[in-house]
């Protein structure tokens, strides 16, 4: 059974989601604060975290990245914030979605089950390009056997390119396959996970190579 954890500070929309996740089939736990959240998955194993930017003790942003190195989780980020700097910001940390209040119980659910499956469809394979190599099972990336530091979206996008590989790529596709939804904002989004991926994969950045009018694509012998 999937297993999500909602962090937010308020009561009534812990109660909400909890019940909506019954509805839906999902197990549920819940925590007040990102502090609060840290504890319970130091012990605790789960499949989603649906997490709050607004709280208490320790906030949203904050908590994501201590979430990330207790568990490698899937987060949809909550928030009565609509600015894009801060939707931006989120997936920079290795979010998967974003949702704003006042949402749909039913719309988050179905978003629940998006990210879950995408994350959890990790094929046994190896991709080898020269040096670089990516583990798509261990989600890991190595260039001459070092490995490197990524955020999640960053991989995401990398695996798609990959597997895509000398395919031009439009934005749009991008941001509708590897977020796995409409994204409603701009091509900065895919723009700036391109600029932070070129500068992770170092020496081998020029496999990503920019089609004009169209987007980028993955070309390990150019």
């Given at each position: 059974?999937?297993?999500?954890?909602?962090?937010?500070?308020?009561?009534?929309?812990?109660?909400?989601?909890?019940?909506?996740?019954?509805?839906?089939?999902?197990?549920?736990?819940?925590?007040?604060?990102?502090?609060?959240?840290?504890?319970?998955?130091?012990?605790?194993?789960?499949?989603?975290?649906?997490?709050?930017?607004?709280?208490?003790?320790?906030?949203?942003?904050?908590?994501?990245?201590?979430?990330?190195?207790?568990?490698?989780?899937?987060?949809?980020?909550?928030?009565?914030?609509?600015?894009?700097?801060?939707?931006l910001f989120g997936f920079e940390l290795g979010?998967?979605?974003?949702?704003?209040?006042?949402?749909?119980?039913?719309?988050?659910?179905?978003?629940?089950?998006?990210?879950?499956?995408?994350?959890?469809?990790?094929?046994?394979?190896?991709?080898?390009?020269?040096?670089?190599?990516?583990?798509?099972?261990?989600?890991?990336?190595f260039i001459d056997e070092e490995k490197l530091?990524?955020?999640?979206?960053?991989?995401?996008?990398?695996?798609?390119?990959?597997?895509?590989?000398?395919?031009?790529?439009?934005?749009?596709?991008?941001?509708?396959?590897?977020?796995?939804?409409?994204?409603?904002?701009?091509?900065?989004?895919?723009?700036?996970?391109?600029?932070?991926?070129?500068?992770?994969?170092?020496?081998?950045?020029?496999?990503?190579?920019?089609?004009?009018?169209?987007?980028?694509?993955?070309?390990?012998?150019?």
């Amino acid at each position: 059974m999937v297993k999500i954890l909602i962090v937010d500070d308020e009561e009534k929309i812990r109660d909400v989601v909890s019940e909506y996740s019954k509805v839906f089939g999902y197990e549920s736990a819940a925590a007040s604060d990102g502090l609060e959240a840290l504890e319970y998955l130091r012990n605790n194993r789960v499949d989603v975290v649906i997490l709050d930017i607004m709280m208490p003790n320790l906030d949203g942003f904050s908590a994501c990245r201590e979430i990330k190195k207790l568990q490698d989780v899937p987060i949809i980020m909550l928030s009565a914030r609509q600015e894009e700097f801060d939707k931006l910001f989120g997936f920079e940390l290795g979010i998967d979605d974003y949702v704003t209040k006042p949402f749909s119980p039913k719309e988050l659910m179905a978003r629940v089950k998006v990210v879950h499956e995408r994350f959890s469809k990790k094929e046994a394979q190896v991709y080898r390009f020269q040096g670089l190599v990516v583990d798509v099972l261990a989600r890991n990336v190595f260039i001459d056997e070092e490995k490197l530091s990524i955020t999640p979206k960053e991989f995401d996008l990398l695996l798609f390119l990959i597997r895509h590989e000398n395919q031009a790529l439009s934005r749009d596709v991008l941001l509708e396959k590897v977020w796995n939804y409409n994204y409603y904002g701009d091509d900065r989004t895919i723009d700036t996970h391109i600029k932070m991926l070129r500068h992770s994969l170092g020496k081998y950045r020029d496999f990503i190579v920019t089609v004009r009018g169209v987007g980028y694509k993955f070309e390990s012998e150019n």
